[in-house]
């Protein structure tokens, strides 16, 4: 049996699940202008992937590098859930 699918499918799902709380937290505490974190972050995981002999490994980190391309605009739909009020806004962040 060749499991590979399986552990990859069930990382992503990790992964996805862990960014929603993150894109939640970094949008309260630091808003949307620290946006090219999540850039910088989402090129070194997609370059590594790149570089790497395992396919588990190399697919988890293209996972992870496509995830933090996705925080960028999550961050900027949370900031409109925000000013909704679907979510609490920071008293103590400037805007």
């Not at 937290?25 to 910088?40: L, M, S, T």
């Not at 997609?46 to 293209?62: C, D, R």
Request: proline share 4%.
């Amino acid at each position: 049996m060749n499991f590979t699918g399986l552990i990859i499918a069930l990382i992503s799902f990790l992964c996805i699940g862990l960014f929603h709380p993150i894109v939640i937290k970094f949008e309260y505490y630091f808003g949307c202008q620290k946006w090219p974190v999540f850039a910088i972050l989402g090129v070194a995981f997609t370059v590594a992937s790149l570089f790497l002999q395992n396919a588990i490994v190399s697919s988890v980190l293209g996972v992870i590098g496509c995830s933090c391309f996705w925080t960028i605009k999550e961050l900027f739909d949370q900031r409109e859930r925000v000013r909704k009020g679907w979510f609490p806004k920071n008293p103590n962040k400037k805007d």
